[in-house]
């Protein structure tokens, strides 16, 4: 009896898994084209001569990211072993913070939603608390630091100051 219980749970535990492969395959593939489509839209940008390596250059890098990440995506799908379905997915967790990030920078700054989002996803993904909400914290500050110093004051990216900046009187 115990045997068809368990022949049962492993029938019912397969068609769910295949039908995860088949959604992540698919995601995977619309996330290539989309990046390759908007990637040949580079290519319409116009020239400016205030920057050495031009409007697309970074657009192009982060698509390409896109691209690969989606492709080592369809790549894990097929060889994951057990069923990841949940109501709430990693993909939908991810994407609902990347929102967010977007919808607070321009209210926040990029310093503090930058912190508040790298904070955020090192506490998801330390599933076995290994690092610690402190050391968390710090690695964020460091990540956001850096990268504010990186692209902010090195590279003269304009970051959004938000709130910050009418503390600050920027």
């Known amino acids: 009896m115990d045997t068809q219980k368990n022949q049962n749970t492993n029938a019912a535990r397969e068609v769910p898994l295949r039908a995860a492969r088949y959604e992540d395959a698919i995601v995977g593939v619309v996330a290539i084209v989309a990046a390759a489509l908007l990637y040949w839209a580079t290519f319409y940008f116009r020239a400016v001569d205030w920057t050495p390596l031009g409007l697309a ?16 995506l369809i790549a894990l799908r097929q060889l994951d072993t057990h069923s990841r379905l949940r109501f709430l997915r990693p993909e939908v967790i991810l994407f609902a913070a990347i929102a967010s990030f977007v919808v607070a920078l321009p209210i926040l700054g990029f310093l503090l939603t930058g ?40 590279l003269n990216v304009w970051l959004p100051i938000g709130i910050i900046g009418e503390w600050g009187g920027f």
């Not at 970074?58 to 990211?65: D, F, H, K, Q």
């Not at 690092?131 to 690695?139: D, E, W």
């Open 57 to 72: 250059f970074w657009p192009r890098i982060i698509l390409i990211g896109i691209a690969l990440t989606s492709l080592v």
């Open 115 to 154: 912190f508040i989002y790298t904070f955020g996803t090192i506490v998801w993904l330390d599933a076995d608390h290994k690092i610690g909400r402190l050391r968390a914290a710090l690695l964020a500050l460091a990540a956001t630091g850096l990268t504010y110093v990186v692209f902010g004051m090195g």
